[in-house]
């Protein structure tokens, strides 16, 4: 049974940074895909960014955010850069069952997410 943490949410100003991990357990980096998706209050959820052969990224994220992995410590980053109020979200990362290589798609398996972390931007 596979488990994901995240970690490195908070509340940073506009124009601010972040850095979320996400330590993947029970899946391998070297055959899944990891995703980071996010939820603001009343919003739908919203895939960000994923990273398997290659990274994907959402346009509301490209060029601001960076995704990153490393194998040995089975982790995955997000480092989030120019921090914007509408970036603020509840971010959760997940084991993607599908890699389209275009898209993220997130899982439908409730135990391939992790639990979240709050991400709030505001000045």
């Known amino acids: 049974q596979g488990k994901l943490v995240e970690s490195g949410g908070g509340l940073v100003q506009p124009g601010g940074s972040l850095r979320l991990s996400c330590v993947v357990s029970?899946?391998?980096?070297?055959?899944?895909?990891i995703g980071w998706f996010r939820q603001a209050p009343g919003k739908a959820r919203e895939g960000v960014s994923c990273i398997f052969r290659s990274a994907l990224y959402a346009d509301s994220a490209r060029g601001r955010f960076t995704i990153s992995k490393d194998n040995t410590k089975n982790t995955v980053f997000l480092q989030m850069n120019s921090l914007e109020l509408e970036d603020t979200a509840v971010y959760y990362c997940?084991?993607?069952?599908?890699?389209?290589?275009?898209?993220?798609?997130?899982?439908?398996?409730?135990?391939?997410w992790g639990q979240g972390t709050q991400v709030t931007v505001s000045s």
């Open positions: 997940a084991a993607l069952e599908l890699w389209p290589g275009s898209r993220c798609v997130p899982p439908n398996k409730s135990d391939y």
């Open positions: 029970g899946f391998s980096l070297q055959s899944f895909a």
